[in-house]
T-cell receptor, first 109, second 114 residues
Framework: EDQVTQSPEALRLQEGESSSLNCSYT??????LFWYRQDPGKGPEFLFT???AGEEKEKERLKATLTKKESFLHITAPKPEDSATYLC??????????FGGGTRVLVKP | DTAVSQTPKYLVTQMGNDKSIKCEQN?????MYWYKQDSKKFLKIMFS???????INETVPNRFSPKSPDKAHLNLHINSLELGDSAVYFC?????????????FGPGTRLTVL
């Protein structure tokens, strides 16, 4: 069975303090890896899809990278509006997503 | 121009009651899903439908019955509600034909069973 583990569970950053979130996965065959952002009281918002090791995607202050065993979400010079829970997920047969537990990021001004 | 919408946003009810949650997507996707997010914020798949056909049915009590009248709608009916059913339920959709594509989520329905 696919497993996804995210670390750390929570991250407190000062505005401008860059950091990275980790997503480790164990799957029978990687069909892709998704990153989502979830704000309190809202549904997950799609950020990136990565399909193969070595792939990178960027959006504003966020950059996602993928290796054969893990993915990283780098947040460069974060702002308070980057505060959210970041989720990663892998698809299995039938396209069902297995999610990690998420990393709650709080960026203080 | 909401992509995936759910109603109601909040649902408060007594144990033993029956309730339904509705979901609609206007993205033209062929597959829709129900996920449950518990108090620890863990998101877990419950069901998925592809072109109105049930594809995924995880180990969910049979008090939960999804129904897809067409590929743009997926409803969730819950019988004999229990305290443990309290959670946030998310609907999602994606285009599966052509590969493993990202899923788009609705705003969620917070169910509270008293």
């Amino acid at each position: 069975e696919d497993q996804v583990t995210q670390s750390p569970e929570a991250l407190r950053l000062q505005e401008g303090e860059s950091s990275s979130l980790n997503c480790s996965y164990t799957v029978s065959g990687l069909r892709g890896l998704f990153w989502y952002r979830q704000d309190p009281g809202k549904g997950p918002e799609f950020l990136f899809t990565l399909y193969s090791a070595g792939e990178e995607k960027e959006k504003e202050r966020l950059k996602a990278t993928l290796t054969k065993k893990e993915s990283f979400l780098h947040i460069t010079a974060p702002k308070p509006e980057d505060s959210a829970t970041y989720l990663c997920a892998v698809p299995a047969a039938g396209n069902k997503l297995t999610f990690g537990g998420g990393t709650r990021v709080l960026v203080k001004p | 121009d909401t992509a995936v919408s759910q109603t109601p946003k909040y649902l408060v009810t007594q144990m033993g009651n029956d309730k339904s949650i509705k979901c609609e997507q206007n993205l033209g996707h062929d597959t829709m899903y129900w996920y449950k997010q518990d108090s620890k914020k863990f998101l877990k798949i419950m069901f998925s439908y592809n072109n109105k056909e049930l594809i995924i049915n995880e180990t969910v009590p049979n008090r939960f019955s999804p129904k897809s009248p067409d590929k743009a709608h997926l409803n969730l009916h819950i019988n004999s509600l229990e305290l443990g059913d309290s959670a946030v339920y998310f609907c999602a959709s994606s285009q599966v034909s052509g590969g493993y594509n990202e899923q788009f989520f609705g705003p969620g329905t917070r169910l509270t069973v008293l």
